[in-house]
């Protein structure tokens, strides 16, 4: 990270505000490359059986840090993204398993989850922590509920998780994850979370990715109600609003977010170890709620 840090300011990868920034100093962007790098260490480590693994977040990887040094046709990211899911499900077998139907489902699905993390990856500490706290979720799941992927899998990607919320957890971070980082992990977690999901025949993991979810579709639909266009820049997320209507500081909103996904990351593991069908209740139940909570008291006014 250090080495990074120092190349990226010799060759001027930084992060100016703009019309969506909640940030004004110029950072350094691209930090988020640690959990690239993590996960190709893993991966080397770990050859065969992490081959495709290593293929996906690599080439995602590299797309995205192509786009924060120079930006990309969203036509070229999307279909590298497509390719990326594709070989993710064909990693993990799924195409084997899922119908014809459910195919597409599953590469929107995957690709939806991606870019949800990029668009929430706007302040100090949000993608970091929030990413830990998914992670040490799905480890604890992993060791007291059932062993559905090898320990250190988790582990490289908590370790990249601290590392870079050492220069990102800050007032005035040193770097920011870039688009190379956001994808980076959320291919990371959406691994882990379908392997997840094919160990115990559930979906009530999902869950795991509730906040992230509401705030993203919510903004998305509310942008729509109001007839503009999802595709351009704009400061309406949630988070965003948090902080630069209201004023609340980057790193207390970052760990609100993180300790909502913590609270309900421990009723799902509560529930499900009682019983699997009423965590999936649960779940959907908890959904509503921060739907019912996002509409109610959150939604911006139209600007």
Not at 233 to 260: D, F, S
């Amino acid at each position: 990270m250090v080495l990074y840090l120092k190349i990226a300011n010799k060759y001027h990868i930084i992060d100016e505000p703009n019309e969506r920034s909640s940030h004004t100093y110029i950072p350094i962007r691209g930090g988020g490359i640690v959990w690239w790098i993590a996960g190709i260490i893993y991966s080397l480590l770990h050859l065969p059986e992490s081959v495709y693994f290593l293929t996906g977040i690599s080439l995602i990887a590299i797309v995205s840090f192509w786009d924060d040094v120079a930006s990309l046709p969203i036509n070229a990211r999307i279909t590298v993204h497509f390719v990326a899911a594709g070989i993710l499900l064909y990693g993990l077998g799924l195409l084997e398993i899922l119908s014809w139907w459910q195919i597409p489902i599953a590469f929107i699905f995957i690709a939806g989850i991606w870019n949800a993390f990029n668009f929430m990856d706007g302040i100090n500490g949000i993608t970091g922590l929030y990413s830990l706290t998914v992670l040490i979720a799905l480890q604890y799941v992993n060791y007291k509920i059932t062993a559905f992927t090898p320990p250190d899998f988790i582990n490289y990607a908590i370790i990249a998780c601290i590392v870079f919320l050492f220069f990102n957890f800050k007032k005035q971070a040193k770097c920011f994850a870039g688009d190379i980082g956001s994808l980076a992990v959320s291919f990371w977690i959406v691994s882990l979370t379908l392997q997840l999901m094919l160990k115990t025949k559930s979906i009530v993991w999902i869950g795991f990715l509730t906040v992230y979810g509401v705030d993203s579709i919510g903004t998305i639909l509310h942008r729509l109600f109001l007839r503009q266009n999802i595709f351009t820049a704009h400061r309406m997320h949630l988070y965003q609003m948090l902080t630069n209507q209201w004023e609340i500081p980057h790193l207390k909103v970052a760990a609100g977010y993180a300790l909502i996904q913590i609270v309900i990351c421990a009723i799902i593991i509560i529930l499900y170890s009682y019983s699997p069908t009423v965590s999936e209740i649960a779940g959907i139940g908890l959904l509503l709620l921060c739907c019912l909570i996002y509409l109610l008291t959150f939604i911006p006014e139209s600007p």
